[in-house]
């Protein structure tokens, strides 16, 4: 079933303006389990003292959540993982 | 199936006090919002974040820095039928326009002999723990709280925050609305755990004057409001581990005041300690323990305050650390009149 999930992706939601490969979760807003909806906030980074607010990238069942609140993570690394439905 | 799925989504209590905002701002277009970089930034604490997005310049207003002016003119706007909100940037700074808030927004309901209401809420921020030093570090809950004419109140989480929102909006009253900084859910000043909550998508309101019991016990009532709500249920998870059982009590409103509920613990506990971040003296540890004295007497087998000393708030971070109450202060001093 791994195949079929679609990863919220640290880059998809890069800011433009900064120099920064690193950044940190600061807020989660949704639990594992929480059937979310595409564009719903997800949860809130930080990349160089810029705050994003991640969206989700499909509709679907939020089954994993790979970096919790407080992680530092590089650009790329995958934040959480949705089962399409 | 929808409920079940809003139980479930969290909110930091910025959010959830953006969110109210928005949905009385959708229902009624009287409310409108106005401060100190409140419309192109959203509110250095967060609290009108995205709102200018949503609706545009005309109701979403910053303004100069001139708090007598736009404190002012939220008055007037109030008394001419709209629903300002306003925001005073940090508490500290009511000093420039205490005429306008003390005489004017508390008063001219009956100064006019009821010809005039004055539906606004001023939200303001409060408290330290960040090293801001005197003049952008106080909570002065007691200065608000002290005179008649307004109401007062304080969430302490996102779930409270967003009900007590709706409920100052659609008063017809004057609202001060104080949020700790601390408590927000910002990425640069991160909050203790417990502030962040569920919080359902539709609107409701938590009504004035009604505290919450957040643990109970029966050795000791703790009382208290804002940050200080987290830190006392931290201590009364370490007293709990030597048998010691302390009822939590989070005011969420200073006026109107929950008696009722303070009386009630007290009864039960006998042992009072009110937790205060602001100053120690003339203030809101005092009032409490007052209410208690005057009716619960014969119950009260001892009292403590524990509260911001009668000093100007440190720069310095270890002063800061030692003159704010931590956790540790409540343990002792519950442990002190056990």
Known sequence: MSGDRVAVDTAAVWPDDVDAEEGVVVNWFAREGRSVDEGETLCEIQVEKVSVDVPAPATGELVEIVLGEDDEFVKGDTLAWILPS | ?338
Do not use: C
């Open chain 2, 1 to 338: 199936m929808a409920q079940a799925v809003a139980e479930e989504r969290d909110l930091t209590m910025s959010r959830a006090m953006v969110e109210a905002i928005a949905a009385e701002m959708h229902e009624d277009e009287e409310v409108f919002v106005m401060g100190e970089d409140i419309a192109d930034y959203g509110g250095i604490f967060g609290s009108a974040q995205g709102l200018r997005e949503e609706f545009g310049y005309d109701r979403v207003m910053d303004v100069p820095i001139a708090e007598t002016s736009f404190i002012g003119a939220g008055v007037g706007a109030a008394q001419a039928g709209m629903r300002p909100i306003v925001e005073l940037m940090f508490v500290d700074f009511f000093g420039v326009a205490m005429d306008q808030i003390y005489n004017n927004m508390a008063k001219n309901t009956y100064m006019s002999g009821g010809s005039f209401s004055v539906p606004m809420v001023l939200m303001t921020a409060v408290g330290g723990t960040y090293n801001d030093a005197a003049q952008h570090s106080q909570t002065l809950y007691g200065t608000f709280a002290h005179l008649p004419g307004m109401k007062v109140v304080v969430p302490s989480n996102a779930y409270d925050a967003k009900g007590l929102m709706h409920n100052a909006i659609r008063d017809d009253d004057p609202v001060v609305y104080m949020f700790h900084k601390r408590l927000m859910g910002l990425g640069w000043m991160p909050s203790p755990d417990g502030p962040k909550t569920g919080v359902p998508e539709e609107p409701y309101t938590i009504p004035f004057g009604e505290a919450e019991v957040k643990r109970e016990g029966d050795d000791a009532t703790v009382v208290t409001l804002g940050l200080h709500v987290h830190r006392a249920l931290d201590a009364a998870e370490e007293l709990a581990g030597d048998g010691i059982e302390a009822e939590v009590i989070d005011l969420r409103t200073l006026t109107p005041l929950d008696t009722d509920t303070i009386l009630e613990s007290v009864r039960k506990t006998g042992r009072l300690v009110v937790v205060d971040e602001d100053y120690r003296s003339f203030g809101l540890t005092g009032e409490i323990v007052a209410v208690a004295a005057e009716d619960a007497l014969a119950d009260l087998e001892a009292v403590k305050r524990v509260a911001m000393p009668d000093v100007p708030i440190p720069y310095s971070r270890p002063l800061e650390q030692e003159v704010n109450p931590d956790a540790d202060n409540i343990v002792t001093a519950v442990r002190d009149i056990q």
